[in-house]
């Protein structure tokens, strides 16, 4: 798993808007992967690049340098056409560009001190957000949801996050979520809940956006550890898994009905003990957790997304729940992870693919069994 010396170097990695698709960019350029087959689609030695996202499953990327070219500012956006080579429109900043997202029809851009929505079409500016100081361009986008939901952090000093309905655009709640400050947030993909973890790292919660309320705990585990990356299932009404990376170079997978019917029990058996136990129960709120150790070395950067998440209704022979997981590490590697869960929360996982994403891109291990912890 270790990389070489001579490889070019990861310096950021995004999945697309439905996780069919993900890009790379190196101090050499970028590359563009379809995820469910490991396909290279494109690959671009334009030079280094810090941010590139793409617009869904089209030509269209978002793409910023590392300034070691004249024309990679890192204070410009260059809205590019991976098949004509040419760039279709360019957008200079003051500062530099942290973090870019899109959806149909908005274009997100997050400075150290800023936040633009831009109408994508006419690349004119809708609002411009004064916000507090941001130097990671922490951000999460709701691209499919009706709203466009954009969180983006309320406070250096602790972990408080601003929502807003990019499409109108309009600030609608401030949702208050730990004690210190924020490290990653993602929206579910019809973006009626926010998940949330804090420079900590040992909790991880999940609140109803539309209510400003919390509506799950997870405890990922005892010591600091900076999470990495957050991801939901796919969902139409409610999502049903939310999983997690973290500095550890574990996966970290819950689940939400699961641990929303346990902490119905906890309520009810600690109300009938202890009059307003609400805090206690929280604590006390099963995580239903399953943890993959070593998916990539201790402080490998990762970026995750769920894929898919299916139901057996013969689960007396074949598993509960069958939850497929993408994992992309800045060491360079693919992996396709499927978790299987019984109904007595027995839980496997089978490492169905891994390639190099820096060389050939050829598959190196295939079905892998082992149980989770």
Not at 28 to 46: H, P, Q, S, V
Not at 280 to 286: E, F, G, M, N, Q
Not at 307 to 318: A, G, L, M, R, T
Not at 328 to 346: M, Q, W
Request: aromatic fraction near 8%.
């Amino acid at each position: 798993m270790a990389s070489g010396s001579s490889r070019p170097q990861i310096l950021c990695v995004s999945f697309n808007q439905d996780n069919s698709m993900f890009s790379v960019g190196t101090k050499e350029g970028f590359k563009i992967f379809d995820a469910r087959t490991g396909r290279l689609c494109n690959d671009n030695k334009l030079g280094g690049l810090n941010v590139v996202e793409l617009w869904f499953a089209t030509n269209l990327i978002a793409m910023v340098g590392t300034g070691e070219q004249p024309s990679r500012s890192p204070r410009r956006l260059c809205l590019f056409n991976t098949i004509t080579g040419a760039s279709k429109k360019d957008l200079n900043f003051r500062s530099t560009i942290l973090a870019v997202r899109f959806s149909r029809t908005r274009l997100i851009v997050v400075l150290q001190d800023k936040t633009f929505i831009y109408d994508l079409n006419s690349t004119r500016i809708l609002e411009e957000i004064d916000t507090v100081h941001n130097p990671k361009g922490l951000c999460a986008f709701a691209p499919n949801s009706e709203w466009c939901y954009l969180a983006i952090p309320a406070s250096t000093s602790k972990g408080s996050a601003l929502v807003y309905k990019a499409s109108e655009p309009e600030l609608i709640c401030q949702i208050d979520a730990h004690e210190s400050p924020l490290a990653a947030m993602a929206f579910s993909s019809n973006g009626m809940y926010l998940a949330t973890a804090s420079e900590k790292g040992t909790m991880i919660r999940v609140y109803i956006v539309a209510q400003a309320t919390k509506s799950h705990s997870f405890r990922r585990g005892a010591y600091p550890s900076t999470i990495y990356s957050l991801s939901f299932g796919p969902c139409i009404d409610r999502p049903d898994v939310l999983a997690a990376t973290s500095s550890s170079g574990s996966l970290h997978m819950f689940f939400l009905d699961a641990a929303r019917n346990g902490r119905n029990q906890t309520n009810k058996l600690l109300g009938s003990i202890i009059p307003g136990s609400k805090a206690i129960s929280d604590a006390l709120d099963p995580a239903n957790h399953h943890v993959i150790h070593n998916i990539a070395p201790a402080e490998t950067k990762s970026c995750l997304a769920v894929h898919s998440v299916e139901y057996s209704q013969n689960s007396s022979k074949f598993p509960a729940v069958r939850t497929v997981v993408y994992v992309v590490t800045h060491d360079g590697y693919f992996r396709e992870y499927t978790i299987s869960t019984t109904k007595s929360n027995e839980s496997s996982w089978v490492l169905e693919r891994e390639f190099s994403l820096l060389d050939t891109g050829h598959t190196l291990k295939q079905n892998e069994h082992h149980h989770v912890d």
